[in-house]
């Protein structure tokens, strides 16, 4: 159904999908998703329930970082689409009652943007230089990176622009993504151009990447802490280049342009900050509207640090902006292979990579972490296959593999597979076409597909599609800050939010709910109702002022 056009603060609590293009549905049969798979697969997302989309970068791309290194912002990526194909697709998710955010890619281009290549083709004093940042490397030949900043990808954050001459240039990403330069006057004019090009087209907002690094001390100063050089560094106040408090400046000028629609755009940050309380710093009426928690995307299935996450969470923006909510994305292990193992924390499934996994608790942790996540106040982000009980696919062999980021080893393409859609005989599971995919599927994901799940009551696929439904039943205007936590033992998170309560057991023993409870939705299959059994998340009304469940 058409949403309320005149709805300002439908990003407040909306179920955002992320559409990782690639992956999602190939419409043309060449392996490789594109807009017109996502266009015939709308109706599909209609009935899932989500309120919007965000899609990962759509833009021309030489490909080097799944399109996180863009050389044109004003068209489609070829392999898929045309712009009147995403403009297609923005009708009819809006046609569909679905909202559509972008990525947008500030931080770097890719090498093969003219801006980039006009830079390198122009003499060193050229403003066309201002664009990026150049330095001549140290050392007597200057075969020296100019100072000692690392790549998140592997290696240094600096690659010389010819083997003799003296300057390089920066990357905290790939080396075919040269960081832009936020001090240039022209580029920061080119960006509101951007922003307005993709409003215009109609999409209600925009994902910031790599948000809060855009601007970098201009000195260019070597890091001194060894921990630094790390994503999350300890000094983030004078870190040379990340979180600089002069970031927002940016997005002051990006919300006036948001603003000046009718409803204004909206922007939603991918800020790896500290603390919830630097992360506020870039939430307010006058900067950006809200920004992703990834507490819980590394956070282990543990009651207690899972509590700590959502008070934390919850207290650090003190009302300043709805709460979001990320379990998985396009960047990380999925979760059902995180919750698969004795320690269930991020860093942990990054050390044990390809070890043997309980996959069939990883789910069950999982269908529970969802309904844990959707009822929680604010907005929830869903990773494309997280419906379908995706795991990792942790044994692609090394010659198949995409990803340039080799710090993070061995790279993500392992949550990146095409997603199943049918169990139609195809090597993708009616992916598209009838070859491979651009990365190779599991044989055993036509269990899994959409088909197979869809008609299945007890599969992951139904439990998402009944949850948000509910969940857009039972929300009411104000439950987007509301929280208050229930009596209950320690391994057990129960609370409530508007009328819906929750209860989350995460302990050993089964948690018995008193027989007046009104039970609307369980994690678990099958059995009583009224017990919580380990690992399940069971959903229950209760009206205002009413007693707990227990
Ligand atoms: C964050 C994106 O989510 C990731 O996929 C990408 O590699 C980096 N930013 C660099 O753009
Ligand atoms: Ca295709």
Not at 380 to 392: H, M, P, R, V
Not at 489 to 502: D, H, I, K, M
Request: overall charge negative; some cysteine; glycine content about 8%.
């Amino acid at each position: 159904m058409p949403y309320d056009v005149a709805d300002r603060s439908w990003w407040q609590t909306a179920v955002v999908y992320q559409v990782y293009v690639r992956s999602f549905a190939d419409g043309n049969g060449d392996g490789i998703g594109d807009l017109l798979g996502l266009r015939q697969r709308l109706p599909y997302l209609h009935e899932l329930g989500v309120d919007a989309l965000w899609i990962t970068p759509w833009y021309s791309t030489p490909g080097v970082d799944g399109g996180y290194d863009v050389s044109d912002y004003y068209d489609i990526n070829p392999e898929y689409g045309t712009l009147a194909d995403a403009e297609a697709v923005i009708t009819e998710a809006h046609r569909l009652g679905i909202r559509v955010i972008a990525d947008i890619v500030p931080n770097h281009t890719s090498d093969q943007h003219p801006w980039f290549q006009r830079a390198i083709a122009a003499d060193p004093a050229d403003p066309a230089r201002n664009r990026y940042w150049f330095r001549p490397g140290r050392g007597e030949h200057a075969n020296l990176p100019p100072n000692n900043w690392l790549s998140l990808f592997g290696g240094p954050a600096w690659t010389r622009l010819t083997p003799e001459g003296p300057d390089w240039y920066l990357h905290l990403f790939a080396a075919g993504q040269p960081d832009l330069n936020w001090t240039s006057p022209a580029l920061a004019a080119d960006f509101e151009q951007v922003l307005r090009f993709w409003f215009d087209r109609g999409i209600d907002g925009f994902r910031i990447d790599v948000a809060h690094g855009l601007t970098k001390d201009p000195l260019l100063p070597d890091l001194v802490h060894g921990d630094d050089l790390v994503l999350l560094g300890g000094a983030q106040q004078s870190h040379p280049h990340w979180d600089r408090d002069e970031t927002i400046d940016i997005y002051r000028r990006w919300r006036t342009v948001a603003d000046s629609y009718d409803p204004p755009k909206v922007f939603v940050a991918e800020a790896w900050v500290d603390s919830t309380e630097r992360l506020r710093r870039y939430l307010s009426p006058d900067a950006l509207h809200s920004a992703f928690n990834f507490g819980l995307l590394g956070c282990p299935w543990q009651a207690a640090a899972l509590r700590r996450e959502i008070v934390d969470h919850l207290a650090g923006l003190g009302g300043a902006a709805p709460a979001t909510w990320v379990l998985s994305n396009h960047d990380v292990i999925r979760h059902v292979t995180r919750y698969s193992r004795e320690d269930t924390s991020l860093d942990e499934a990054r050390q044990h990579y390809g070890e043997p996994a309980d996959l069939e608790l990883g789910r069950r942790r999982a269908r529970a972490a969802a309904l844990l996540t959707l009822a929680l106040p604010g907005s929830t982000y869903i990773y494309q296959g997280d419906e379908l009980s995706l795991a990792e696919v942790e044994d692609l062999p090394a010659a198949v593999r995409q990803d340039p980021n080799t710090s993070d080893a061995p790279g993500r393409d392992g949550c990146r597979i095409p997603l199943p859609w049918a169990a139609d005989g195809t090597p993708t599971h009616g992916f598209g076409g009838t070859g491979p995919g651009w990365l190779p599927s599991p044989p055993d994901w036509a269990t899994l597909s959409v088909t197979t799940q869809s008609g299945d009551p007890s599969s992951s696929l139904t439990l998402y599609r009944t949850a948000l439904a509910l969940r857009s039943k039972l929300r009411a205007p104000g439950d987007e800050h509301d929280l208050h936590w229930l009596d209950a033992s320690p391994q057990v998170l129960a609370f409530r939010s508007g009328t819906l309560g929750c209860v989350v057991n995460i302990g050993r023993e089964p948690v018995q709910l008193s027989t007046q409870t009104d039970v609307l939705l369980t994690s678990g299959v099958g059995g009583d109702p009224l017990v919580v059994e380990p690992d399940t998340t069971t959903w229950i009304h209760i009206p205002a002022a009413s007693a707990g469940p227990f």
